[in-house]
């Protein structure tokens, strides 16, 4: 099993930044990925972005060039960056892990971003 929790989340108002954390705990050594999702009201969860052990990330085009995902040395700890925060970037953000069989979630964190 693994645990994952979010913090981080918040009120902002647009152009402003946050700094989302997500910390793994339990069986972690089998994770081969992290990353985080977002689900705003009425809308389907999406990808956000992603990050593999190898490095390797990934981002949804809407967040490209604001928001950045990084994590620590012993990758439990996932971070996203988020810069530029607009009003469509509301929604509660989840984390989640990647590992042989079902993946992992996190019970979010909201984030809001007034105009």
């Known amino acids: 099993q693994v645990q994952l929790v979010e913090s981080g989340g918040g009120l902002v108002q647009a152009g402003e930044s946050l700094r989302l954390s997500c910390a793994a705990s339990?069986?972690?050594?089998?994770?081969?990925?992290m990353g985080w999702y977002r689900q705003a009201p009425g809308k389907q969860r999406e990808l956000v972005a992603r990050?593999?052990?190898?490095?390797?990330?990934n981002y949804a085009n809407s967040v490209k060039g604001r928001f950045t995902i990084s994590r620590d040395n012993a990758k439990t700890t996932v971070y996203l960056q988020m810069n530029s925060l607009k009003p469509e970037d509301t929604a509660v953000y989840y984390c989640?892990?990647?590992?042989?069989?079902?993946?992992?979630w996190g019970k979010g964190t909201l984030v809001t971003v007034s105009s």
């Open positions: 990050i593999t052990n190898g490095g390797s990330t």
């Open positions: 339990g069986s972690t050594a089998g994770i081969n990925a």
């Open positions: 989640n892990a990647v590992r042989i069989g079902p993946d992992y």
